[in-house]
């Protein structure tokens, strides 16, 4: 019983971020054409804020897609957020 209620939960936990993922790019390529994009997932969120200083510093034209997503809602301690590069106009 417990297999299939972590199975279950992990199921809703990668729905979560496909949704999040999806709608945050759609919503950004409605006015600008992505180039690229990373999505980042922490623990915390200083770690969050720390892996996306790292992205922005190897890549500065990277900027954030919109707010970043938190999983406690599902108990789960994770943060999520996407970077995104534009192309040039």
Do not use: C
């Not at 759609?26 to 996306?52: G, H, N, P």
């Amino acid at each position: 019983m417990t297999d299939s209620l972590a199975v279950m939960s992990q199921k809703v936990l990668a729905k979560e971020e496909s949704d999040y993922i999806e709608s945050m790019l759609k919503a950004v390529s409605e006015d600008l054409t992505i180039k690229t994009y990373q999505v980042i997932r922490e623990t915390t969120w200083e770690q969050l804020k720390e892996a996306i200083d790292i992205a922005v510093d190897f890549n500065p034209l990277y900027e954030l897609a919109g707010h970043p997503l938190n999983l406690r809602f599902l108990d789960v301690d994770r943060w999520l957020a996407i970077l995104v590069e534009y192309e040039e106009s």
